[in-house]
């Protein structure tokens, strides 16, 4: 196995494991959950295999779901998340996405601020959405999924950062 593989078992793992037994007891309000999980989606390679990113997110989201009793919702929203990723990454990086030179862990600008604010967004309304499944509830799942959204990228961006790989 080569070390790409290796550091994206590592991070799937870690966090899996910090979502299950941190961040899972973090309810604000009833309204704020965050959800860093999906940073390995996000953080998947960009030319990585994509095969192996739905496997991989499927089995992130069933394990979500076993450990929060939630029936599938983490599941199915990981599966439209990575299913879309390639379509995000087209809209926030353009060609530098085309020729593969995209690198998500550089320092944050524009394009690394809305893929990820995109990906959590969708990520986020498909996992409240279903969750709630009623669209009676239409405002709670907006409240929800906005303030959700803030928190986890606030999350995600110090986590990125906190683990970034030195360069030399």
Not at 89 to 95: A, N, W
Not at 116 to 137: A, G, P, Y
Not at 153 to 168: G, H, T
Request: glycine share 4%; hydrophobic share 55%; net charge positive.
């Amino acid at each position: 196995m080569n070390s790409a593989v290796l550091i994206n078992i590592a991070r799937f793992i870690l966090l899996l494991a910090a979502q299950i037994v941190i961040f899972n007891n973090i309810d604000f309000l009833g309204y704020i959950n965050p959800f860093p999980y999906i940073l390995f989606i996000i953080l998947f390679p960009v030319n990585g295999n994509k095969s192996g990113l739905l496997l991989a997110s499927f089995c992130l989201g069933i394990i979500m779901d076993l450990f929060s009793n939630s029936g599938g919702v983490h599941t199915a929203s990981c599966l439209v998340l990575a299913y879309y990723r390639p379509y995000i990454f087209k809209f926030s990086f353009g060609l530098s996405y085309e020729y593969q030179t995209v690198r998500l862990n550089d320092v944050l600008n524009t394009q690394r601020f809305s893929f990820i604010l995109i990906s959590v967004v969708i990520h986020h309304l498909t996992l409240f959405l279903l969750e709630v499944f009623q669209l009676n509830f239409l405002w709670d799942i907006l409240l929800r999924t906005l303030l959700s959204t803030i928190f986890t990228i606030i999350v995600c961006i110090v986590l990125i950062y906190i683990f970034k790989p030195n360069r030399r």
